[in-house]
C-alpha cells in the first residue's frame, strides 16, 4: 500500500498528517483555517487520496506558516508514499471550469522540483484567508514532493472559484499522474531507470 505519516513540530506549527494514494477520496481535515481544510477536503476527494491532517499553527498571527508547514508535510508525505514511483503513469494533465473560472494544471512526477504557476487573483482575501497564500502552499508542496507542477487560469474573476479550482484541477491531475498503469507495472516510467 503506497502510504506515509507525517509529524512536522516547529516553533510555529505541530503537524500530524497520514496520506494514502490508493484510498477512496476520504478526509478528516483540521488545520485551524476553514478554508484551507475545505481546499484539503476537496484535494482528497479528487485525487481519491485518503487524508488525515491536524494542525495546530500560530493562527492568532496569521494563515502563512501553517498554509507553507501543511503544504510542506504534505508534500513528504507525497513522496515517502510514492517510493521509487515504480509503475506510475508519471504524467497528467486536467482543464477543470469551475462555473465562470477555467484551470488548467499539468504534472510530471519527475524527481525534479520546478511550479509554474499563473493565477490572475484579484482579491486580497477570501474570508480571512491570504489569497497569496494558494501560491504559497503549492510552492512548499512542490519543492517537498519533487514534482513539476504547472497551474494556468484561462478565465475567471471569483477568487473563490480560482483558488478551488485550482485545487481540484491539481487533485485530478496528480490522481492521474500516480495511478498504477497496469500494462507498466513493474517499470520506472524513464529511460534513466529512476525518478
Known amino acids: 500500500m503506497r502510504n506515509a505519516e507525517i509529524v512536522r513540530k516547529t516553533a510555529e ?4 498528517l497520514s496520506l494514502n494514494l490508493d484510498g ?7 488545520s485551524g483555517c476553514g478554508f484551507l481544510d475545505h481546499m484539503l477536503t476537496l484535494f482528497s476527494k479528487h485525487s481519491g487520496y485518503d487524508l488525515a ?3 495546530k499553527g500560530d493562527v492568532q498571527v ?3 506558516h501553517t498554509a507553507e508547514d501543511v503544504g510542506i508535510a504534505l508534500g513528504q508525505a507525497f513522496l515517502q508514499a510514492l517510493g521509487d514511483k515504480r509503475g ?5 494533465d486536467t ?3 469551475m462555473d465562470e473560472t477555467l484551470i488548467a494544471t499539468a504534472v510530471d512526477i519527475s524527481g525534479r522540483d520546478y511550479l509554474s504557476c499563473a493565477l490572475d487573483i484579484q482579491a486580497v482575501k477570501v474570508g480571512d484567508f491570504d489569497t497569496e497564500l494558494c501560491e504559497e502552499f503549492f510552492a512548499a508542496f512542490v ?3 519533487r514534482i513539476t507542477l504547472h497551474i494556468r487560469q484561462l478565465a475567471g474573476k471569483n477568487a473563490h472559484h480560482i483558488i478551488e479550482g485550482t485545487f481540484k484541477s491539481v487533485a485530478r491531475t496528480l490522481g492521474k499522474a500516480t495511478a498504477i498503469d497496469l500494462s507498466r507495472a ?3 516510467p524513464s529511460t534513466k531507470g529512476v525518478l
Open 13 to 16: 506549527t505541530d503537524i500530524r
Open 24 to 30: 477512496n477520496g476520504k478526509s478528516t481535515i483540521d
Open 53 to 55: 491532517l491536524t494542525c
Open 62 to 64: 496569521d494563515y502563512h
Open 88 to 92: 506510475i503513469v508519471r504524467y497528467g
Open 95 to 97: 482543464t477543470l471550469p
Open 143 to 145: 519543492r517537498e514532493a
Open 186 to 188: 513493474n517499470e520506472i
